[in-house]
C-alpha cells in the first residue's frame, strides 16, 4: 500500500502561482508513475500532469506551458507548479500512484483561482 499526502493548495488570483506537493510513503519502491488530477464541480475528474519512474512527463492540453511537474526521489515527493493560474484551473487537484495493476490516491488539495 502507498500512503500519498497533498499540500500546497489555496486560493490565488489570476496570473498567480502555486507548488503542489505530494509525499509518498509505504511500497513506494515499485511505483512506475505518479500523478496529478484534478476534480472541479459537476465535473469528471482528469489527468493534469504525469511522471514516470524514468523521467517521462506528460500534461493536459490545458495546462502546456503553464505547469511543470518534478520529483525529488530523496524526499518521494512529487511537485506540480503551476503559473499563469486561471479561474478554470479551481478544482480540487488529487495525487496518484500507479504500481502494477494497483492505484493508489491522495485525499485532495483544494485550489481556488479568483478573477
Known amino acids: 500500500q502507498v500512503q500519498l499526502v497533498e499540500s500546497g493548495g489555496g486560493l490565488v488570483q489570476a496570473g498567480g502561482s502555486l507548488r503542489l506537493s505530494c509525499a509518498a510513503s509505504?511500497?513506494?519502491?515499485?511505483?512506475?508513475?505518479m500523478g496529478w488530477y484534478r476534480q472541479a464541480p459537476v465535473s469528471q475528474r482528469e489527468l493534469v500532469a504525469a511522471?514516470?519512474?524514468?523521467?517521462?512527463?506528460n500534461y493536459a492540453d490545458s495546462v502546456k506551458g503553464r505547469f511543470t511537474i518534478s520529483r525529488d526521489s530523496t524526499k518521494n515527493t512529487v511537485y506540480l507548479q503551476m503559473n499563469s493560474l486561471k479561474p478554470e484551473d479551481t478544482a480540487v487537484y488529487y495525487c496518484?500512484?500507479?504500481?502494477?495493476?494497483?492505484?493508489?490516491w491522495g485525499q485532495g488539495t483544494q485550489v481556488t483561482v479568483s478573477s
Open positions: 496518484k500512484a500507479t504500481r502494477v495493476g494497483v492505484s493508489n
Open positions: 509505504g511500497s513506494i519502491f515499485n511505483i512506475n508513475t
Open positions: 511522471i514516470t519512474r524514468t523521467g517521462s512527463t
